[in-house]
């Protein structure tokens, strides 16, 4: 499946939750791709660590590639690196995107990620692949819903929060009703959860009062979050036992679940519930 982690309000936890993911995905067993597409290159970091100075290609180098002749699929190959945790691997991110981004737009370039996403998973057989945004719906995370099958939406449990879930449902509507009808948002993954605190308990109640979908489990504030960011380990490779990360590693499972649900064949109504048949 591909999902892309959007909310354009910022320090939500996107970069958090797709890398954390993402790692918690490949230490289930399967083969996860995590698509950078935040300047800032937050999740580049977090996943390559000391290995990012020495990164040659970067998904610029994609986005440049679809302005020229060059065959843009294979330079989406060329900068997808392996990181140092079995099955977990990232195309980075650079600083550049920002000036490319007028270029791109006014190229009408905003499919060509979803084409060369589809034929690396084809040729190198992710199971998952995740997109990590920019804190704003610009050209790269647009090109990520338009790649994507569904979208998580973190959520921070802050008043503000709830707005911005808003407009990116109208957003995910949006795209799904004039290029992507399968796209929808597969849930709300509560982040910087505080058991004790009332308010995220009042403000989440809300959402799902709402008929939003909200996902289980909510993932607990906790300092270890930023430890792991300092240190360049996911949770799931740096404290496998803390609480925080076994959150990440059921919502990992509950998903990769829902993959097989979606792809397991359905026995044909007509044919589960046969009657004897008048002819025999
Ligand atoms: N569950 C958590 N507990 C504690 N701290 C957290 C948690 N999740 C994220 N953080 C911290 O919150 C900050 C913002 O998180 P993160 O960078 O993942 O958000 P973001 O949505 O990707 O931000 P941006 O919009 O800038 O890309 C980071 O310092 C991170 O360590
Ligand atoms: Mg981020």
Known sequence: MKRAVFNQKGGVGK???????????????KKVLVVDLDSQANSSKYLLGDRMERVESTIVDFFNSTLSFRLFQDSLMDCIYETEYPGLFVIPAHDSLKELQPKLEGRYKIFKLGEAIDVAREKLGFDEVLFDTPP??????????????????????????????DQVMIAVDEVSQDHRPDL???????????????????TIERLINKGLPVLEPYLTSSVIMR??????????????????????????????????KQKAPTLPAAKAKREPSAEI
């Open 15 to 29: 970069t958090s939750i797709t890398c954390n993911l993402a790692a918690a995905m490949a230490k289930l067993g």
């Open 136 to 165: 704003a719906l610009n050209f790269y995370s647009m090109s990520s819903l338009l790649a994507a099958d569904r979208v998580l939406i973190p959520f921070d449990c802050d008043a503000f929060s709830e707005d911005a879930v």
């Open 184 to 202: 929808h948002v597969e849930g709300i993954v509560i982040n910087h959860y505080q058991s004790q605190a009332k308010l995220p308990r009042t």
């Open 227 to 260: 430890e792991s960011h300092s240190e360049g380990t996911p949770l799931p490779f740096y404290k496998p036992g803390h609480k925080l990360t076994q959150e990440f590693m059921t919502l990992a499972e509950k998903l990769i679940n829902a993959d097989h």
